[in-house]
Structures are given as structure tokens and as C-alpha cells.
């Protein structure tokens, strides 16, 4: 067993650190500023998310399969995915989590306080999202959402990535164009201790949870939006978009102020508009509307302590 001591970024380079398919179960004591993962593993057991409770859990040691968010780009990374456990963002909910870094003596405070200064001062991006909607969701023009071939993809295709696509033509996919306001995707329920911004998301689902909103919205409902975060109940509010999906591929664009435009995967930069952060931090990756970020799933490919009595029930 492999304990982790912090928060979700220590979580991930764990995950990326260990060998795909190793088995080896991992425990989270919370002490980061999100601690997103332990919450949804201890609330999934009614337990709030203390590191007493998470401990006891690991010293119990029960453990339940979870999925992984797959990432990938064409000529990145040596080919091999990069692994999320959490989320992957970009716009609104990206630039909030990278730029408030300066602010990290804040605490999970930070991401409140840079939230509203972003809401204020708001940014739209442009840039789109192809994605394959998982069995039964809804994903038309109520959503904003036009059907589309199937997109260039950001990786070579090989037996799991046709796998993921199996049974389905090119005219299963569906394309959101900008300007956009955020593109969220969500392994787990929680994003941090008191942010549920997927509470139909499942550990070992086989599915990315998309959320995303379109340009224009009012301050005054995206100021809604991020009350409504804390419980979940912004699900099925007017601009609001929910997609379970089996692949999602992300193209973006450029913001209307010129500045921001990150792409992050759990709380860790991914790549940036401006070289300068991008190079300074992170994977450096290429961003823009000509290099995509791949995103599929790994089915239970990670191996997580949890507490006795955990599930998952619906909200």
C-alpha cells in the first residue's frame, strides 16, 4: 500500500509515478487545499473528510477500483497518456485554479476570492469541444451541442482508443463550438471539499463527466453558478450543460482579453496560451485550436483505499 500524505496534485504525480496495471492500492490523507479525492472516497461512506477519518480507513484497508482519465496529445509525453484521478479544465475554472496560485497562503480560500475577481473581470474563449455522448444522454442543440464527423483526434489510434468507439459511427459525435465560458471534466463527484461539480460522476463508470457553459452569461448567474457548486444543485440550470461521454477532444482557442487560457489536469498545469507560463511550469504542452488533448477513460485502472460502507448512491 502506498499512503499519500496531501492533497490531489501529490495524488496525481502517485498515479503517474506508479506502473499501469501495478494493482497497488493507494491511500489519501487529506492536507491540500482541495482534497477532492479523500472527500468523495470518505462522503461515499457518510464520513466527513478529516485525516482521522482517512487514516482509520487506511488502517482498515478496504479498497475499491476507480477509473482514470486518460491524456493524451500527438507527440507529447512520449506517446503515453498522462493519468487523472480528479478533473481536467479549461477556461474559467482553469485560469481561476492557475492564476490564484499566488494566493496559496489563502488556503482553499483562494480559489473564492480569484473566483469572483474572474467573475468580474470576465474572460470568454474560443475553441471547441468534439465529444461522444455515453448511452442514453442528451446531447442536441438544447445543449449547444451539432452533430459533427468524427474530429481529427490527438492521438495515433490504437486498440483502446477504437475500443472506446466500438459499435459507433462518426455521426455519434457531437461538437460544441465557442465562445465558452469553462469545459470541466470530472472523474470524480468533488473537486474540492466544498465544490461538487459532478454529482452524477461514478469512480469506475467508464465515463468523463463534461460540464461546460456557453458565452454570454450574466455576472449575476455565473456568481449563482458558484454557490450552487457547493451542493451540486447548479445541475440543470439554464446554461448549465451535463454530458456523461466516452471521449471528449478538446481544441482551445484564444480568450477575448488575450490573457488566461489554461488547460489544467488535476490542479497541475497541462499547457498554456502564453509560452512563457507554459515553459515556467507544468507539462508544457501545445495549446490552441490546432493541437487537440485527447481525453478517454481507463477503467478501473487505479486501486483506492476507502472506508468500509463506501458507495456511491444517487444525489
Known amino acids: 500500500m502506498v499512503v499519500v500524505v496531501g492533497g490531489d496534485g501529490i495524488l496525481h504525480e502517485v498515479l503517474n509515478g506508479l506502473p499501469e496495471g501495478s494493482g497497488v492500492p493507494v491511500a489519501v490523507i487529506p492536507g491540500g487545499s482541495g482534497n477532492a479525492v479523500a472527500m468523495s472516497l470518505l462522503d461515499g461512506a457518510g464520513l466527513a473528510c478529516t485525516p482521522e477519518n482517512a487514516a482509520f480507513a487506511a488502517a482498515r484497508g478496504a479498497t475499491v477500483a476507480a477509473d482514470l482519465l486518460a491524456l493524451r496529445q500527438r507527440g507529447q509525453?512520449?506517446?503515453?497518456?498522462?493519468?487523472?484521478?480528479?478533473?481536467?479544465?479549461?477556461?474559467?475554472?482553469?485560469?481561476?485554479?492557475?492564476?490564484?496560485?499566488?494566493?496559496?497562503?489563502?488556503g482553499g480560500a483562494r480559489l473564492t476570492v480569484y473566483g469572483l475577481w474572474r467573475i468580474l473581470r470576465l474572460r470568454t474563449y474560443e475553441g471547441r469541444v468534439c465529444f461522444?455522448?455515453?448511452?442514453?444522454?442528451?446531447?442536441?442543440?438544447?445543449?449547444?451541442?451539432q452533430a459533427c464527423g468524427r474530429p481529427r483526434g490527438a492521438a495515433d489510434e490504437g486498440a483502446e482508443l477504437a475500443a472506446i468507439e466500438a459499435g459507433e459511427g462518426d455521426s455519434a459525435w457531437r461538437v460544441v463550438e465557442g465562445p465558452l465560458l469553462f469545459v470541466w471534466l470530472k472523474n470524480t463527484k468533488w473537486d474540492a471539499e466544498d465544490l461538487k461539480p459532478a454529482p452524477r460522476a461514478r469512480l469506475a463508470d467508464g465515463c468523463v463527466d463534461l460540464i461546460y457553459m456557453r458565452a454570454p452569461v450574466s455576472r449575476w448567474r455565473l456568481l449563482l453558478l458558484f454557490l450552487q457548486l457547493e451542493t451540486g444543485a447548479h445541475v440543470g440550470a439554464k446554461g448549465v450543460h451535463y454530458v456523461k461521454c466516452r471521449r471528449v477532444?478538446?481544441?482551445?482557442?484564444?480568450?477575448?482579453?488575450?490573457k488566461g487560457g489554461h488547460v489544467n489536469v488535476d490542479g497541475e498545469l497541462l499547457c498554456a496560451a502564453d509560452a512563457r507560463t507554459a515553459a515556467s511550469q507544468g507539462y508544457s504542452w501545445a495549446y490552441g485550436e490546432g493541437s487537440p488533448v485527447d481525453v478517454s477513460v481507463l477503467p478501473g485502472a487505479s486501486t483506492l483505499v476507502a472506508p468500509?460502507?463506501?458507495a456511491e448512491d444517487d444525489d
Open 132 to 145: 461522444l455522448p455515453a448511452a442514453g444522454e442528451e446531447a442536441g442543440e438544447a445543449q449547444g451541442a
Open 77 to 106: 509525453n512520449g506517446g503515453l497518456p498522462i493519468r487523472a484521478v480528479l478533473s481536467s479544465t479549461w477556461g474559467l475554472i482553469s485560469d481561476v485554479d492557475i492564476e490564484s496560485e499566488v494566493l496559496r497562503w489563502m
Open 249 to 258: 477532444v478538446l481544441e482551445p482557442g484564444a480568450s477575448s482579453t488575450g
Open 308 to 310: 468500509e460502507g463506501f
